[in-house]
């Protein structure tokens, strides 16, 4: 499966981003996705992950009722949707694909490549 993701940007702390991560190739419903970070100079690290009908969620603490995962797999689309954002949010933002639940990025066979997320305080 191929994964595209955008909707990154600069934002003011406070402020909301929605992030999308397209898919094609393969039957997209079969499919676990998350969203992964990585600050700048740091590592990449987990952020939220959805069921592959959607029906279950999970979020890193840090962004526990900021961050909204959701996906409509009759268009193939993942969504972060980012709220209250803060400076410390800055990174880029990577989608990854699985056919089994994980939380660990080395479980996802398949990523996009990245969008910029920058938060200005």
């Known amino acids: 499966v191929q994964l595209q993701a955008s909707g990154g940007g600069l934002v003011q702390a406070g402020g909301s981003l929605r992030l999308s991560c397209e898919a094609s190739?393969?039957?997209?419903?079969?499919?676990?996705v998350g969203w992964f970070r990585q600050p700048p100079g740091k590592e990449r690290k987990f952020v939220a992950k959805?069921?592959?009908?959607?029906?279950?969620?999970y979020y890193v603490e840090s962004v526990k009722g900021r961050f909204t995962i959701s996906r409509d797999n009759a268009k193939n689309t993942v969504y972060l949707q980012m709220n209250s954002l803060k400076p410390e949010d800055t990174a880029i933002y990577y989608c990854?694909?699985?056919?089994?639940?994980?939380?660990?990025?080395?479980?996802?066979?398949?990523w996009g490549q990245g969008t910029l997320v920058t938060v200005s305080s």
């Open positions: 990854a694909a699985s056919p089994s639940p994980s939380l660990f990025a080395s479980r996802f066979p398949y």
């Open positions: 190739g393969r039957t997209f419903s079969n499919y676990h």
């Open positions: 959805i069921g592959s009908s959607g029906d279950s969620t």
